[in-house]
């Protein structure tokens, strides 16, 4: 087989053969390990040099769907704790097969009329359901990294402007350096963004009170007043990875206003805390901040990739990302071109997906199916407190469940090794799936439910799978 388009009557035939062997796999998704005991061996059977003359589509997909759903882990199914990822609501995952089969351009209106209103709708949907002010600018991105980045271009915009300087048309070359506050919640992602930036990921100042890394205020209120009103980011972390906790977002929020700085709130999956009036108190003041952003393939259930970067300016977006181009459309008010508030201009339509689930599960679906989370969080929590050989590291905030193994057979000093090689082995049985993290200097499980799938019978076999992998490990013995 040479060129594609001897395929062109084909391609009904590809589709379902994909469709074929995703309903199979779909089917047994939720009985399926998290991941399979072959799947290394079965991901470099991919392999071999580029063929001269390729074996045409049948004989290439047959190939992908044998060896593909063991390569991959199970990361849509409901035991795939690793991470904070959600899996694919079914709204989410027709309509992302929908824009895989359109493939528009979801730059710019004249490219993908549907593309750009539905982000429009889908934007303004997000912002109703986060309770975030209606006037603020939006724009879907990749995910939480590319969303960090988006936020924080526009506050080092805005920095840059208050000294005299356009940091988009002419960088930030020779300019002071903008002074950069965070708790030790900070999260990778916006610490990466920081150094694509130009901004420096070693500038943050991490004031901490705690080993947990929890926010000192007071240190921030003197860094803040000695500035005297110099521009200056603030980062708050809402829903830190390992144990889920928020920084004191409304009294950031006051401390960043009386000295003229500005709030950027990473709410990856904290944001959704807004959702339910149970929780909607860990996130008080988000409303309030310059920027916020969050994940879509968190907590939305969306497909990756997919994130949404909120500013209170959009001007400020538009003077970043907004380069035009001889061959662009002339704007038009009612017609939106997104590649000009965001960095990617060839774009995915994963708007599609988010209008979906949107329309599908509603506020009260996705407040519901928060809600659950939190309680199988909690029902973890408890399980671990009514153990003798586990112990709880914090109460959960949200859907993280930070604890580690301690059985009273291992030396203390003794724990962490332990934990990490039973960390490993989890890993590889693949039964339920999560990895180990460092909290407060102690290394730990941090299980993150976030699947809409998951249930209590899936969060009731972390415990029992750890104590039976625990039992194999030579060195020590479980207690019951």
């Not at 986060?130 to 603020?136: A, V």
């Not at 600018?137 to 988006?150: E, I, K, S, Y």
């Not at 203390?412 to 407060?440: A, C, F, M």
Request: aromatic share 8%; net charge negative.
């Amino acid at each position: 087989m040479s060129d594609p388009l001897f395929e062109t009557d084909l391609v009904e035939a590809a589709l379902r053969q994909v469709a074929a062997a995703a309903d199979v796999y779909m089917k047994q998704l939720d009985e399926l390990p998290a991941r399979d005991a072959g799947s290394d061996a079965a991901a470099r059977s991919f392999s071999g040099s580029l063929p001269d003359v390729g074996v045409g589509s049948a004989a290439a997909l047959a190939r992908l769907v044998e060896a593909g759903p063991t390569a991959a882990t199970r990361s849509a199914g409901p035991r795939f704790f690793h991470f904070v990822t959600g899996g694919s609501t079914p709204a989410a995952l027709a309509a992302d097969w929908l824009a895989s089969a359109l493939d528009n351009n979801a730059a710019m209106w004249v490219s993908s009329p549907l593309g750009a209103q539905l982000e429009k709708v889908s934007l303004d949907w997000l912002k109703d359901l986060f309770r975030l002010p209606s006037e603020w600018g939006g724009v879907l991105v990749t995910g939480a990294t590319m969303a960090n980045f988006t936020a924080l271009a526009a506050a080092r915009q805005w920095c840059m402007e208050r000294l005299g300087v356009d940091a988009a048309k002419n960088g930030i070359a020779g300019a002071a350096p903008i002074p950069i506050f965070s708790s030790g919640f900070v999260h990778a992602s916006a610490v990466k963004a920081l150094g694509m930036l130009g901004l420096g990921y070693g500038s943050i100042r991490r004031l901490t009170r705690d080993a947990a890394g929890r926010f000192d205020l007071d240190a921030l209120e003197s860094a803040l007043a000695e500035l005297d009103g110099a521009p200056a980011i603030v980062l708050a972390t809402a829903g830190e990875v390992n144990a889920g906790g928020f920084d004191p977002i409304a009294r950031l929020a006051d401390m960043a206003h009386r000295h003229r700085a500005w709030l950027h709130v990473d709410g990856a999956f904290g944001l959704y805390a807004r959702l339910s009036p149970g929780l909607a108190h860990l996130a008080e003041g988000i409303d309030r901040a310059d920027s916020v952003i969050a994940d879509g393939h968190k907590w939305l259930n969306v497909p990756y990739d997919c994130g949404f970067a909120f500013v209170r300016d959009e001007r400020l977006l538009h003077s970043v990302f907004g380069i035009g181009a001889p061959y662009f459309p002339e704007a038009v008010a009612d017609r939106p071109d997104y590649l000009m508030l965001g960095p990617e201009m060839s774009r995915r339509a994963r708007a599609l997906a988010v209008w979906a689930t949107l329309a599908a599960y509603g506020r009260d679906g996705y407040r519901q199916m928060v809600e659950r989370h939190v309680g199988l969080a909690r029902r973890l929590a408890e399980q671990i407190e009514a153990s003798e050989d586990f112990e709880l590291l914090e109460q959960p905030h949200i859907n993280v469940v930070c604890f580690r193994y301690c059985p009273d057979t291992a030396p203390p000093d003794e724990l962490d090794g332990l934990n990490r090689r039973l960390g490993q082995l989890l890993l590889d049985d693949g039964r339920v799936y999560l990895g180990t993290t460092i909290y407060g200097g102690r290394v730990a499980f941090r299980p993150a439910i976030s699947n809409w799938r998951t249930r209590e019978a899936d969060v009731d076999q972390v415990l029992p799978v750890l104590r039976e992998l625990a039992a194999g490990l030579s060195d020590v013995s479980t207690a019951g």
